[in-house]
């Protein structure tokens, strides 16, 4: 890559640019946020999130001074609560449900407060969960993304010997390496992983599960382990291995240099060694999800020129968030609705594009096209290396217990969803450990915030009032 | 615009709120700084034998983000000398002659003392007299203040040893660290008093650092009970005004105080029987300004109820007070959700179950769950109406046929 190629601004700019979207909170907002929550009964709010934390539970406890309790009633419900409480879709969950919003339009800030908390327990080093006494029994984690995070912390609170197996150099899956960088740096998602590992959960990195039972390697670059081998280490294993590479567009220039795919991309800004980010002036990001909307922002903010987001349906059909659309409308990016990537064109490198839009065939400029058109399934990896079923999808076929057609094996997470939040990963993990506690001990447990039930009616008073 | 002038047992002023004897009245400066603020009338922080304050002296109870809505204060009275708040006294007396100055006195229970502080003291020119028999800390001890107006005699004895000397009217100010505040209020009387004033704070203690364990507020590791004040006190206050103000026997006016703030706060003690009202800890908290509020809400409140003289709503409601056994038996309300105005947050379901009749149970209505009230378990407590957070939400529905009125008195009148 020649160094031209990338950031245009100065380290200073940058780091401005990248600063948290949604900065910490100070003590006195916190407590002044925290007094303003009305301590709903059964609110709407924990019936929105995903892992149905106890939202007034914790916000009380951040108003009565108890910042650790509030902390432990977050990682209760959910073991990456820090990460969630700022990669979170907020407004279309927790706050979206907040009655503050339905009476006053302004919905009680629950992801900062959870931020606020969840940042307080780390800052003091509070082990909120300890490693559990032992109970004989071990499963094997594939996938430290959310998933896998999540199965592991509660499996380690119940006594089981966890080994998490993970692909790449640092374990957090795409909250380590996915994550717009204003929205939470990598450092929040590693202090999760190692408040799980402190917890007594082994990590082993580097490391690719593989079919056949002769192909595990432990010693190499990239370590391999068959999945007969993890049958036969483990009691149970839980597969949460996400989802696979960058759908391709199947069209001519695809291979060409300065052509991307939005989650390497991403991953490179993740190491926030500026200079080292490939970057162009005008840049074509082709998609309109979530992971589009990362791409054209971060574009901008390491200051390309001009930068186009190009979907081949109208705006209404986007499928990111309004609030992520509105973030890029106010960055300035443009858009190109209703067009269809026809050729990239460019000698070894991209300067243009050939679209269409409508019966109109025509030619633009560029010089980086980023694909964010959504990642492949993992359909080959559940049927071929671990021999369970998938759906018409491509996704893993799990039971109300996140158990594969194997009984031993069990999956959760963007593998088994098809590709959802964090916190519905998260959640997954935790009926996954409570499925996988029940087949192998016949036990039932039954984490916070795992099932929603309506209070119980209290019996009325017999006596005629 | 109404009027808002007062007579207050022969003392006139130019609206009914007066400045307490506190902080705010401590010296001359400060009190005319608060009549160019407003203030028609001002009670001088307390006169006698010049005190040793310590350090620190406040402390506050808050709730949630609300700061201060309860103060204790362990600061007694003035600590200044005698001559020099008499000069100023008369001095702001001559600047102001149509604004109200009250000379408050705590003098040791002896009469020649309270006779010469009465007669040094009305030479300034001041409107009037309010005998200090209520601060509740430190005077108390030395059998000053509240260590005698908890003893009704005592009052009597003490407010005739100064009407005996003096020329202007004499207001005593009550103590409401007792069980009735009857008897102390015909004491006053029956010694002669022009009127009460009420009420003096209240025996507190504010609170503990839970860190050092120290209580506050903290002087050198070590704490004492002070005077409790502010809005937290107010029904406490309210309550003592309108026994006052029912009992038949008592029938001076009354200066109402404790925990006012705004102009409502002034018309509700004023509807239950006080003449005007007196303000510490609000102007404490945020300063004179307030009072520009109070003038201005009050004159629209009057004017909106068709009210020529702020007098015209003295002791209103009075009537409307009443003991419990005379209470209407057969009236019966209902709470009722209004569900396009309920924002599920559940507040009125949980109270009921935990806190009154298990009278709620949820409902699914257009595709949410609401709270609805099962009538028969309803006994119209009025708790899911207080809690509600969205107005209207919930309204409490009288539901009974509003036939013959039966109070409990009447039920057991046989027996």
């Given at each position: 890559?020649?160094?031209?190629?990338?950031?245009?601004?100065?380290?200073?700019?940058?780091?401005?640019?990248?600063?948290?979207?949604?900065?910490?909170?100070?003590?006195?907002?916190?407590?002044?946020?925290?007094?303003?929550?009305?301590?709903?009964?059964?609110?709407?709010?924990?019936?929105?999130?995903?892992?149905?934390?106890?939202?007034?539970?914790?916000?009380?406890?951040?108003?009565?001074?108890?910042?650790?309790?509030?902390?432990?009633?977050?990682f209760?419900?959910?073991?990456?609560?820090?990460?969630?409480?700022?990669?979170?879709?907020?407004?279309?969950?927790?706050?979206?449900?907040?009655?503050?919003?339905?009476?006053?339009?302004?919905?009680?800030e629950?992801?900062?407060l959870?931020?606020?908390?969840?940042?307080?327990?780390?800052?003091?080093?509070?082990?909120?969960?300890?490693?559990?006494?032992?109970?004989?029994m071990?499963?094997?984690?594939?996938?430290?993304?959310?998933?896998?995070?999540?199965?592991?912390?509660?499996?380690?609170?119940?006594g089981?010997?966890?080994?998490?197996?993970?692909?790449?150099?640092?374990a957090?899956?795409?909250?380590?390496?996915?994550?717009?960088?204003?929205?939470?740096?990598?450092?929040?998602?590693?202090?999760?992983?190692?408040?799980?590992?402190?917890?007594?959960?082994?990590?082993?990195?580097?490391?690719?599960?593989?079919?056949?039972?002769?192909?595990?390697?432990?010693?190499?670059?990239?370590?391999?382990?068959?999945?007969?081998?993890?049958?036969?280490?483990?009691?149970a294993?839980?597969?949460?291995?996400?989802?696979?590479?960058?759908?391709?567009?199947?069209?001519?220039?695809?291979?060409?240099?300065?052509?991307?795919?939005?989650?390497?991309?991403?991953e490179?800004?993740?190491?926030?060694?500026?200079?080292?980010?490939?970057?162009?002036?005008?840049?074509?990001?082709?998609?309109?999800?979530?992971?589009?909307?990362?791409?054209?922002?971060?574009?901008?903010?390491?200051?390309?020129?001009k930068?186009?987001?190009?979907?081949?349906?109208?705006?209404?059909?986007a499928?990111?968030?309004?609030?992520?659309?509105?973030?890029?409308?106010?960055?300035?990016?443009?858009?190109?609705?209703?067009?269809?990537?026809?050729?990239?064109?460019?000698?070894?490198?991209?300067?243009?594009?050939?679209?269409?839009?409508?019966?109109?065939?025509?030619?633009?400029?560029?010089?980086?096209?980023?694909?964010?058109?959504?990642?492949?399934?993992?359909?080959?990896?559940?049927?071929?290396?671990?021999?369970?079923?998938?759906?018409?999808?491509?996704?893993?076929?799990?039971?109300?217990?996140?158990?594969?057609?194997?009984?031993?094996?069990?999956?959760?997470g963007?593998?088994?969803?098809?590709?959802?939040?964090?916190?519905?990963?998260?959640?997954?993990?935790?009926?996954?450990?409570?499925?996988?506690?029940?087949?192998?001990?016949?036990?039932?447990?039954?984490?916070?915030?795992?099932?929603?039930?309506?209070?119980?009616?209290?019996?009325?008073?017999?006596?005629?009032? | 615009?109404?009027?808002?002038?007062?007579?207050?047992?022969?003392?006139?002023?130019?609206?009914?709120?007066?400045?307490?004897?506190?902080?705010?009245?401590?010296?001359?400066?400060?009190?005319?700084?608060?009549?160019?603020?407003?203030?028609?009338?001002?009670?001088?922080?307390?006169?006698?034998?010049?005190?040793?304050?310590?350090?620190?002296?406040?402390?506050?109870?808050?709730?949630?983000?609300?700061?201060?809505?309860?103060?204790?204060?362990?600061?007694?009275?003035?600590?200044?000398?005698?001559?020099?708040?008499?000069?100023?006294?008369?001095?702001?007396?001559?600047?102001y002659?149509?604004?109200?100055?009250?000379?408050?006195?705590?003098?040791?229970?002896?009469?020649?003392?309270?006779?010469?502080?009465?007669?040094?003291?009305?030479?300034?020119?001041?409107?009037?007299?309010?005998?200090?028999?209520g601060?509740?800390?430190?005077?108390?001890?030395?059998?000053?203040?509240?260590?005698?107006?908890?003893?009704?005699?005592?009052?009597?004895?003490?407010?005739?040893?100064v009407?005996?000397?003096?020329?202007?009217?004499?207001?005593?100010?009550?103590?409401?660290?007792?069980?009735?505040?009857?008897?102390?209020?015909?004491?006053?009387?029956?010694?002669?008093?022009?009127?009460?004033?009420?009420?003096?704070?209240?025996?507190?203690?504010?609170?503990?650092?839970?860190?050092?364990?120290?209580?506050?507020?903290?002087?050198?590791?070590?704490?004492?009970?002070?005077?409790?004040?502010?809005?937290?006190?107010?029904?406490?206050?309210?309550?003592?005004?309108?026994?006052?103000?029912?009992?038949?026997?008592?029938?001076?006016?009354?200066?109402?105080?404790?925990?006012?703030?705004?102009?409502?706060?002034a018309?509700?003690?004023?509807?239950?029987?006080?003449?005007?009202?007196?303000?510490?800890?609000?102007?404490?908290?945020?300063?004179?300004?307030?009072?520009?509020?109070?003038?201005?809400?009050?004159?629209?409140?009057?004017?909106?109820?068709?009210?020529?003289?702020?007098?015209?709503?003295?002791?209103?409601?009075?009537?409307?007070?009443?003991?419990?056994g005379?209470?209407?038996?057969?009236?019966?309300?209902?709470?009722?959700?209004?569900?396009?105005?309920?924002?599920?947050?559940?507040?009125?379901?949980?109270?009921c179950?935990?806190?009154?009749?298990?009278?709620?149970?949820?409902?699914?209505?257009n595709?949410?769950?609401?709270?609805?009230v099962?009538?028969?378990?309803?006994?119209?407590?009025?708790?899911c109406?207080?809690?509600?957070?969205?107005?209207?939400?919930?309204?409490?529905?009288?539901?009974?046929?509003?036939?013959?009125?039966?109070?409990w008195?009447?039920?057991?009148?046989?027996?």
């Amino acid at each position: 890559m020649d160094n031209a190629f990338c950031t245009p601004l100065d380290i200073t700019q940058i780091e401005h640019n990248f600063a948290e979207i949604n900065p910490a909170m100070s003590a006195a907002e916190a407590m002044q946020e925290a007094n303003r929550c009305l301590y709903c009964y059964d609110a709407p709010c924990m019936h929105a999130c995903p892992t149905h934390i106890d939202v007034p539970g914790f916000i009380k406890k951040i108003a009565s001074g108890n910042v650790i309790g509030s902390a432990r009633v977050i990682f209760d419900a959910n073991p990456i609560g820090a990460s969630c409480a700022r990669v979170c879709p907020v407004e279309v969950l927790c706050e979206g449900a907040c009655v503050e919003k339905t009476l006053i339009k302004k919905p009680i800030e629950i992801g900062r407060l959870q931020r606020y908390a969840t940042d307080h327990a780390m800052a003091v080093d509070k082990q909120i969960f300890e490693k559990c006494e032992p109970n004989g029994m071990s499963v094997g984690i594939v996938g430290s993304g959310p998933a896998g995070l999540s199965c592991a912390a509660y499996l380690a609170r119940l006594g089981y010997d966890v080994t998490v197996y993970e692909a790449k150099e640092k374990a957090g899956g795409l909250d380590t390496y996915g994550m717009a960088e204003y929205k939470m740096p990598q450092t929040v998602s590693l202090s999760e992983v190692d408040h799980i590992a402190r917890m007594g959960v082994k990590f082993i990195l580097n490391t690719r599960i593989t079919g056949g039972d002769d192909e595990t390697e432990i010693l190499g670059k990239v370590n391999r382990v068959s999945m007969a081998m993890l049958r036969e280490w483990h009691d149970a294993v839980f597969l949460g291995v996400g989802l696979g590479e960058t759908n391709k567009l199947g069209i001519p220039g695809e291979d060409l240099d300065g052509v991307f795919d939005a989650l390497d991309l991403i991953e490179k800004i993740k190491t926030r060694d500026w200079k080292s980010i490939p970057l162009g002036q005008n840049v074509v990001v082709i998609g309109a999800g979530n992971t589009a909307i990362d791409a054209v922002t971060q574009a901008k903010r390491l200051g390309a020129e001009k930068v186009t987001l190009m979907y081949r349906r109208t705006e209404k059909d986007a499928p990111a968030y309004e609030y992520e659309l509105e973030l890029a409308r106010k960055d300035g990016i443009e858009f190109m609705w209703e067009t269809i990537p026809v050729e990239i064109k460019g000698d070894s490198r991209v300067n243009g594009m050939t679209v269409l839009q409508g019966e109109s065939e025509f030619a633009i400029d560029c010089d980086m096209v980023i694909k964010a058109i959504g990642q492949q399934k993992m359909a080959s990896f559940f049927t071929d290396i671990a021999g369970v079923d998938v759906d018409e999808k491509g996704r893993v076929v799990v039971n109300g217990q996140m158990q594969t057609s194997d009984a031993k094996i069990f999956a959760g997470g963007d593998c088994a969803n098809g590709g959802a939040e964090a916190v519905d990963a998260s959640q997954m993990g935790k009926h996954a450990a409570m499925g996988i506690h029940e087949t192998l001990t016949g036990e039932k447990v039954e984490f916070a915030g795992a099932i929603l039930r309506d209070p119980p009616k209290a019996p009325v008073d017999p006596n005629p009032h | 615009m109404a009027d808002l002038t007062t007579n207050f047992a022969g003392i006139k002023s130019p609206n009914p709120f007066w400045l307490a004897s506190a902080p705010p009245t401590n010296m001359g400066s400060m009190i005319e700084r608060a009549f160019d603020a407003g203030w028609g009338g001002a009670v001088w922080k307390t006169l006698g034998e010049p005190i040793t304050n310590v350090s620190s002296r406040l402390a506050a109870l808050d709730q949630g983000q609300v700061r201060m809505i309860g103060l204790n204060n362990i600061e007694l009275i003035t600590d200044r000398p005698l001559e020099v708040n008499l000069k100023e006294m008369a001095e702001c007396k001559k600047k102001y002659p149509n604004h109200t100055v009250i000379a408050s006195l705590m003098v040791e229970s002896k009469k020649e003392a309270w006779q010469e502080i009465t007669k040094r003291t009305q030479d300034t020119g001041c409107d009037g007299f309010e005998l200090n028999f209520g601060c509740p800390h430190g005077m108390s001890e030395r059998g000053m203040g509240a260590a005698m107006g908890q003893v009704p005699e005592y009052t009597c004895m003490v407010t005739e040893w100064v009407k005996e000397v003096s020329d202007i009217p004499v207001i005593v100010k009550l103590t409401p660290n007792v069980t009735h505040i009857v008897p102390p209020g015909r004491a006053a009387q029956k010694g002669g008093a022009d009127a009460v004033s009420l009420i003096n704070t209240i025996n507190s203690v504010m609170g503990v650092d839970v860190d050092t364990m120290i209580p506050y507020p903290n002087v050198n590791g070590m704490a004492a009970h002070g005077g409790y004040c502010g809005t937290a006190v107010k029904p406490i206050a309210l309550n003592m005004v309108s026994e006052l103000a029912r009992d038949a026997e008592f029938d001076i006016p009354i200066s109402g105080i404790g925990g006012i703030n705004t102009w409502r706060d002034a018309v509700e003690f004023m509807l239950l029987g006080a003449a005007n009202v007196q303000v510490c800890t609000a102007v404490m908290h945020y300063g004179y300004r307030i009072v520009e509020d109070m003038i201005d809400g009050l004159n629209n409140y009057l004017d909106e109820k068709g009210f020529a003289s702020v007098g015209d709503i003295v002791g209103k409601s009075v009537g409307r007070i009443t003991d419990w056994g005379d209470l209407d038996l057969n009236y019966d309300v209902k709470a009722r959700v209004n569900e396009d105005k309920c924002i599920q947050c559940n507040l009125c379901y949980v109270a009921c179950e935990d806190g009154a009749h298990q009278s709620f149970e949820f409902v699914e209505s257009n595709g949410k769950r609401y709270p609805r009230v099962i009538e028969k378990e309803c006994v119209g407590c009025n708790l899911c109406y207080l809690v509600c957070p969205s107005p209207g939400a919930i309204e409490m529905v009288r539901v009974d046929a509003g036939g013959p009125t039966e109070s409990w008195r009447e039920r057991t009148a046989g027996n």
